[in-house]
């Protein structure tokens, strides 16, 4: 249990377009999800708390024009890089908490998707 | 907001050897401490973690500690072995539920 899905794993786009990531997890609902950032060789950086039913909380920095955010459902949320350049490349991660699954992990544990690697050309 | 400082930045040692990765955290609050490992292009793997009211934990080759007065946390591997290799965050968050903050990462070579 406790998986997290990401889609697609890898895109390739030119630079002007939008492209659209989506986070989904599987076997339990998630009211929040966090988006993250690794250019390589980097560490992750958080860009923004997606929350179902409510805006997304973006950090310091991080456009909400340029990455939106829309959290659907309980189990989906999606993060559209707009009017993407060379410099959005990056490989783009979601997380999401897991409460309540008792054997699963601690409340506190976070379970990732596995990352889409972003090119713009 | 929360800072995660994390040394050192990069680990070579003789398989066999100890590693040990240190991580200092500015936010007080913070209750949760974990560690990942994560390869080329993969999603970080959680290998151990911690809570705010335990001082250290172990699981087979691998440990964690926590001084709370000092706002830091270790990981340590004992006997290490080239699958170890990999590069290895440490995190912190606020409560339950909340975004984790990551260290800026330790990349580990273990040579045999």
């Known amino acids: 249990g406790a998986v997290v899905s990401q889609h697609p794993s890898r895109v390739i786009c030119k630079s002007g377009t939008s492209v659209k990531i989506e986070c989904r997890s599987l076997?339990?609902?998630?009211?929040?999800m966090f988006w993250y950032r690794q250019f390589p060789k980097k560490s992750l950086m958080l860009m923004a708390t997606?929350?179902?039913?409510?805006?997304?909380?973006?950090e310091q920095g991080v456009e909400k024009d340029k990455f939106l955010i829309n959290h659907a459902s309980l189990t989906l949320s999606t993060l559209t890089v707009t009017s993407a350049h060379p410099e959005d490349s990056s490989f783009y991660i979601c997380?999401?908490?897991?409460?309540?699954?008792?054997?699963?992990?601690?409340?506190?544990?976070?379970?990732f998707g596995p990352g889409t690697r972003l090119t713009v050309l | 907001g929360e800072n995660v400082e994390q040394h050192p930045s990069t680990l070579s040692v003789q398989e066999g050897d100890s590693a040990v990765i240190k991580c200092t955290y500015s936010?007080?609050?913070?209750?949760?401490f974990p560690w990942y490992k994560q390869e080329l292009g993969k999603r970080p793997q959680l290998i151990i973690d911690?809570?705010?009211?335990?001082g250290e934990k172990k699981d087979q080759r691998i440990a964690v500690t926590l001084n709370k007065t000092a706002k830091h946390f270790s990981l340590h591997i004992t006997e290490t072995q080239p699958e170890d290799s990999a590069v290895y965050f440490c995190?912190?968050?606020?409560?339950?539920?909340?975004?984790?903050?990551f260290g800026k990462g330790t990349t580990l070579s273990v040579s045999s």
């Open positions: 997606s929350n179902e039913g409510s805006k997304a909380t973006y």
């Open positions: 936010d007080s609050a913070s209750n949760y």
């Open positions: 076997d339990f609902q998630a009211t929040t």
């Open positions: 997380s999401a908490p897991a409460p309540g699954l008792a054997g699963v992990g601690s409340y506190n544990e976070q379970f």
């Open positions: 911690i809570r705010s009211n335990v």
């Open positions: 995190a912190a968050n606020r409560q339950a539920g909340t975004a984790l903050i």
